[in-house]
């Protein structure tokens, strides 16, 4: 099983805020049905999921209209946050990929 670590980070003060405050931030995995490859990623607890969905997808060379996101068996939408989603430490992201079968 290949497994790699990556961060998203990302600015987002608040409009009433003068200086940001620190993002909680928790580390969730990426996990393929196919091969069961698993991919770490760091992301702010309010951060949208489609910089994590971006980063899977740029890091594998994938096409985003290729693949669907699981989470706690519902598709995963880009504007969703780990906070809206109750994402605990660890969780685990399933990938499905979409194969054209002709």
Same mark, same amino acid.
């Given at each position: 099983?290949?497994?790699?670590?990556?961060?998203?980070?990302?600015?987002?003060?608040?409009?009433?805020?003068?200086?940001?405050?620190?993002?909680?931030?928790?580390?969730?995995?990426?996990?393929?049905?196919?091969?069961? *490859?698993?991919? =770490?990623?760091? @992301?702010?607890?309010?951060?949208? $999921?489609?910089?994590?969905?971006?980063?899977?997808?740029? %890091?594998?060379?994938?096409? *985003?209209?290729? =693949?669907?996101? @699981?989470?706690?068996?519902?598709? $995963?939408?880009?504007?969703?946050?780990?906070?809206?989603? %109750?994402?605990?430490?660890?969780?685990?992201?399933?990938?499905?990929?979409?194969?054209?079968?002709?």
């Amino acid at each position: 099983m290949v497994s790699s670590s990556t961060t998203i980070s990302v600015s987002c003060a608040s409009k009433k805020s003068r200086s940001p405050k620190p993002q909680k931030k928790i580390t969730v995995k990426v996990k393929t049905q196919q091969g069961g *490859e698993e991919d =770490v990623y760091k @992301i702010g607890y309010g951060t949208h $999921l489609n910089k994590l969905m971006q980063a899977y997808c740029t %890091k594998r060379n994938l096409d *985003e209209g290729t =693949v669907r996101f @699981i989470f706690g068996k519902k598709q $995963l939408k880009p504007r969703s946050t780990p906070a809206q989603l %109750k994402m605990k430490e660890g969780d685990v992201i399933d990938i499905v990929t979409d194969q054209d079968g002709a």
